[in-house]
């Protein structure tokens, strides 16, 4: 008898010392960051795990760069009154012009005020995420998306330097292509042409101009407007034919294999490259601003937001409050390829790619990407791939300039 009731003292002992925590409470993050992205939100979702191991975090993605695939299955979640706890969005407009507008946000002021975070940001990206009177999200880093990049002894075999203007661009792909490299530039699927061009934009247009378009000041039918069509084209006989079939990593891929020299894409490919593919930044891959932008840094941020209605508000206020701390940002973001949205993070975390991102974020002049939803509302930058499919199908650059104009007219931009 005294056998049998040690024995089930010290079995029940073990079950509770062996059994992990029961979750008591869940908690649900929406984003596109999985696969070859996923590396930077699992870090800080271990972090959330390790300071509150009674909270089940299921982290749901929907995979597809840039967002494409995961708005869309947000918007049926939202509309289908089954919101996320929290879901990433960039900072502006993506968000404000959305579910700010449809009143299905909760307004984070008061957790900026009792985090003491008001003078934590740049103003310059609390310009981004107010409206309303209202802060709607929380940023979790700066990206930068007018990236050129390259493998420094690449292009010391072809004997050619990262170009700095689009011109010089163009001259550099003719030398690589009579040295028998047929496509110079690595470019991937539909959204990364987006990509492509709003740094192509940038170069032809500088900061006053790309500036001018978004307050309404130069019209998309201004000739240095058109202009930026045909500089793009001439681009796009750089690029690989089969570019649509490619993942945005596909593409750098190439860049790497030396199957083509550049690659333009924001630095969430040294992310990629540094955290997924262990290559050192400098030797294994290389870096400039994208032709004719050096000095510019043109910005965008990843954010997380608070639904109205959540199942489990309580944690993801905690989500929140740990990806807008100092000790998230700076697991984060080391691991992302970006660099922290606060002004008080640790630069010895942050590798050489990223510690020259940072100098640049505080000395350039900083404009929005169009791509990544920072620059232009929503309703223009939702409808800016038709304009794309348009140029695409007749490479007419007067034909894209009008499509823009129209869009741009239709959603009064700049008014
Ligand atoms: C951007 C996003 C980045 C990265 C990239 C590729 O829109 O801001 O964090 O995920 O897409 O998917």
Redesign the pocket.
Known sequence: MMRRVWLSAVLGALFLAGAPARAQEKLEIF???AGD?GPALKALIDQYAAKYPTIEVVNSTVT????VNARAVLKTRMLGGDPPDSF?V?AGQELIGTWVVANRMEDLTPLFKSEGWMAKYPPGLFRLLSAQGGIWSVPV?I?RSNVMWYVPANLDKWGVGPPSSWDQFLATCKTLQGKGLAHPLALGEN?TYVHLWESVALGVLGPDGWAALWSGKMKFTDPMAVKVWDTFGKVLACANPDASGLS?QQAVDRMLKGEAAFNI??D?AA?YMATTLKLAPGHGFGWTASPGTGGVFMM???SFGLPKGVKHRDAALKWLKLLGSREGQDTFNPL???IAARLDSDPLKYNAYLQSAAKDWKSDRVVG?L???AVAPESFGSQFGTVMEIYLAGMNAQAAASAAQAIADQVRLGK
């Open positions: 984003s596109w960051w992205e597809g760069g840039s967002g990433q960039h880093n990206h959204w945005w894409m924001g969430w992310g965008l941020s990843d992302k390829g970006s990407s791509a990544h939803g």
